[in-house]
């Protein structure tokens, strides 16, 4: 994300005039085979809303000893439900417009933009935390970035059957002063640093060598993330994060069960996808309430997953049979999301399971997309106040891009991106079919918090 600094010229000297912006870049992705032996996560952290606006509003980090294990829990379940909140409004918002498919990272974009959130005051901080739903927090609002870093350090350790890898880093106007509080928050609770960079001088140079970074970290999956028009000579500030995702099934399917099989994108129109096929043991139940199976596909080492929620044949998603014709998406709560996938819910039976082979890559303005959900003030001149960033309030936010990469196949997952119900029980000595050959949501979460790191509709191939 970037942050311009706005013409003061009718308050200011000339003196006291200097070129500036803020550009917000988060980027994430996920494949499909095992993962290499000498892989690492890199060091990450993420964010939890304080109180009052951004930490450096306030008074600096905690000092002291770490707090007890149980406080980091109850952490990580209320940044969960912030996120997971932020993330099924960003799946409606995303997907309204038409039956397209989606894929992003709700994980990526929170932590790139509590990281902005770190220097928001006033109106400005108070949207971001309405959008971004840090106000919903259980944990009674304090400690989001504690809990940015709590979780993230959770989710990315080592010695997993997977590699997940997040990473944010600052890269700031090397002629700007930002704000010692500021600098040392992001590099707290979120590992970033601040490289100094020559925007002034050498805009698309700068914007080259940021590109160059996020594709290291997505194992150049995600390339040329910011487009030629996101830097300029009034940029001070690019926030990025950048996150990804490798996981081998933890029962892969067998290749040469895969088949050419038509996928019905709706009632009159259908395509032709490679579909994979397994018969096996999965925990799998039936909502009746949006006539909707959902499926827990586990990952390697059982801590990640994929659910996936396919409704019933000839409904696509944005239909339920109820007199409103109501919106899979739209009866999809956090708290809704957490009941349906409880695995203590769930059945767990023998299913033949159809899933195809996809892959997605999506680009996002998210400027115009968070200005709509009514994060409004922080892209206004004369109204965003970011001086928790700087001493005078000069930063504007002027660019959010996110990009986004999956691929599901036999071997597993590759992903990057810089909830009362009915249950149905069904005979345990019946083989349940699971054939998602029609429009489906699916979701990559993190099983011991339930924090989603990934989700989409996969709609068309």
Known sequence: MKLDKYNYSHLQSPAEQRPGELCVSPAGGGAADLPPRDAQPAPAAMGAAPGCPGCCAGPRGRSGPPPPRGHRLTIMDA?????????????????????????FSPMSISSALAMVFLGAKGNTA???????SFHRSRGGGGDV???????????????????????????GEKSFSFLAPFKDACLKFYQAEMEELDFRHAGQECRQHINTWVAEQTEDKIKDLLPPDAVTAMTVLVLVNAIYFKGSWDKQFDKQHTQESPFYVSPGEQKTVQMMFRKSTYKITYIGDIFTQVL????????????????????????????????VEKALTYEKFLEWTDPEMMDEEEVELFL???????TYDMAAVLHGLGMTDAFEEGLADFSGMSANRELVLSKAVHK???????????????????MMLRCARMTTTFRADHPFLFFIQHSKTRGILFCGRFASP
């Open 126 to 132: 108070a949207q971001m935390s309405q959008v971004l």
């Open 145 to 171: 970035h504690q809990g940015f870093q709590t979780l993230l350090n959770e989710v990315n350790r080592t010695g997993t059957q997977y590699v997940l890898r997040t990473a944010n880093r600052l890269f």
């Open 296 to 327: 827990m596909l586990p990952y390697a080492g059982q801590e990640l997953d994929m659910v996936i929620m396919l409704p019933d044949k000839g409904r696509d998603l944005r239909t339920t049979c109820t007199a409103l014709s109501l919106q």
């Open 356 to 362: 195809p082979r996809f892959k997605l890559a999506e």
């Open 79 to 103: 940044l969960a439900e912030a996120n997971g909140s932020f993330a099924l409004d960003l799946l409606r918002k995303l997907g309204e417009d038409s039956p397209k498919n989606v894929f």
């Open 404 to 422: 986004s990469f999956v691929e599901v196949n036999e071997e597993g997952t590759e992903a990057a991106a810089a909830s009362a119900a009915v």
